[in-house]
């Protein structure tokens, strides 16, 4: 069936160093992936996605990968600040359907 | 611009009360959704509507209801509250189809004794 999972359910990360947050996805016609972050007490956030037409897309201070032989998506994050602190999930949608399906989510946690 | 507004904030049911949960947009999107959210869990889709009078499943809807009689509006209904149903609700909405930028609310935080 259709999911979405992460490899690493808490990530702690080096404040200035590289963050990579790793998800797989099990349905290879998802053609549209999404990143969202989310702080304690609110709402996700959306942060970048990206279609299946590309391998790779850039944001500000965040980078998506998107490797589609193996089902696996990434999200670097440049330089990791302690604002970066947050619950990351992945979720993979088709564009002929309606719903979109997340993962679990990785709590990123930032070592001062 | 207030982006879509979740209201209440916090509730405390007994088993078996009914209410509903209620969520505005203002950006005029025509995709709204309920998700629910529990610890371990990530977020699991509830009902989605793709526009004014039209609404459907996701992944769990037993137990709840929704309408959307106007493009800003899409209240989820509780039946009847059980224990399983404490959780963190989000509503959230988007331009056109969801393969673009969801926007959600602030949640509202559950919990039925």
């Given at each position: 069936g259709e999911s979405v999972g992460l490899h690493l359910p808490t990530l702690s990360v080096q404040e200035g160093d590289n963050s990579i947050i790793n998800c797989a996805y099990?349905?290879?016609?998802?053609d549209y992936f999404i990143w969202y972050k989310q702080e304690s007490g609110k709402g996700p956030q959306f942060i970048i996605d990206i279609r299946s037409n590309m391998d790779k897309r850039q944001g500000q201070r965040v980078t998506v990968l998107l490797n589609k032989t193996v089902k696996h998506l990434s999200l670097q994050i440049a330089?990791?600040?302690?604002?970066?602190?947050a619950v990351y999930f992945c979720a993979e949608t088709m564009n002929r359907d309606d719903k979109i399906i997340f993962g679990k989510g990785t709590r990123l946690h930032i070592l001062p | 611009n207030a982006g879509v507004t979740q209201t209440p904030k916090f509730q405390v049911l007994k088993t078996g009360q009914s209410m509903t949960l209620q969520c505005a947009q203002?950006?005029?999107?025509e995709y709204m959704s309920w998700y629910r959210q529990d610890p371990g869990m990530g977020l699991r889709l509830i009902h989605y509507s793709v526009g004014a009078g039209i609404t459907d499943q996701g992944e769990v809807p037993n137990g709840y209801n929704v309408s959307r009689s106007t493009t800003e509006d899409f209240p989820l209904r509780l039946l009847s509250a059980a224990p399983s149903q404490t959780s963190v609700y989000f509503c959230a909405s988007s331009h056109g189809h969801p393969n673009t930028e969801a926007f959600f609310g602030q949640g509202t935080r559950l919990t039925v004794v």
């Open positions: 099990s349905n290879s016609a998802s330089a990791t600040q302690p604002g970066d602190s | 203002d950006m005029n999107h």
